[in-house]
């Protein structure tokens, strides 16, 4: 089978800092049972994040060096869990700037990734041996937040790649984050409104954004 090509890691925060915990099973904090955490309104469920862990764990197990790729995902219940919170952050940052994602520019950003990684295959097999993304849902989902990301930094006045973009970006996420009032089930740890991340895993899809990268398909 021939192996996929490298593409622009427009990594989410969460996919590219995989930690080694065992899955857990928590049934969610006194406060908030059977959640994993709280975003104002909104829930995270344990149940919802255990199912983005198995896809994951699916997915991987197909690849032909599943071994070495679970092995080194050990602990994908937290950075699944940064990944799910972090895309609501974004998704409120970008409300609170007005900024929204068209299915055009989606599309326009799947194909360019698809053209560069040689094909539909290679890309999602990219995904899921670099980022730990799953095929189907995940996989719109990073294409949403790559998009969304570089839109959301030009709306601030700054260029992806410049000086000035990681401190203005991560300066209306941590906002956004704060307006969300997180409230991490304490089993998977706890989130930082500065950093924008659960303490303990990496945030490179700010990094990876305002970094640059191609195309006019995420600007």
């Not at 065992?22 to 994040?49: F, K, M, N, W, Y």
């Not at 690849?63 to 940064?82: F, H, M, V, W, Y």
């Not at 990073?142 to 959301?152: E, N, S």
Request: aromatic share 4%; proline share 5%; with cysteine.
């Amino acid at each position: 089978m021939r192996k996929a090509r490298p593409f622009p890691k427009f990594a989410l925060a969460a996919t590219a800092a995989l930690l080694a915990a065992p899955l857990l099973t928590a049934c969610g904090s006194e406060e908030h049972p059977g959640a994993a955490a709280v975003l104002q309104d909104d829930r995270i469920t344990v149940s919802q994040l255990q199912s983005h862990v198995g896809a994951v764990r699916d997915a991987q197990r197909a690849q032909p060096q599943a071994d070495e790729i679970i092995k080194q995902t050990g602990q994908l219940n937290r950075s699944a869990l940064n990944s799910m919170i972090f895309d609501r952050v974004a998704a409120k940052a970008a409300a609170n700037a007005g900024v929204k994602v068209s299915n055009g520019e989606l599309q326009q950003y799947r194909a360019q990734m698809m053209q560069q990684a040689g094909g539909e295959k290679a890309f999602e097999t990219g995904l899921v041996q670099q980022y730990g993304v799953a095929p189907g849902k995940q996989t719109d989902d990073f294409i949403r937040i790559q998009v969304l990301g570089d839109k959301l930094t030009r709306s601030l006045g700054v260029r992806p790649g410049s000086p000035e973009a990681q401190p203005k970006l991560m300066a209306a996420l941590a906002e956004a984050s704060k307006q969300l009032k997180i409230d991490v089930n304490p089993r998977y740890g706890s989130w930082n409104d500065t950093k924008v991340q659960l303490d303990g895993t990496k945030l490179s899809w700010v990094k990876q954004v305002t970094g640059g990268g191609t195309g006019t398909a995420r600007s």
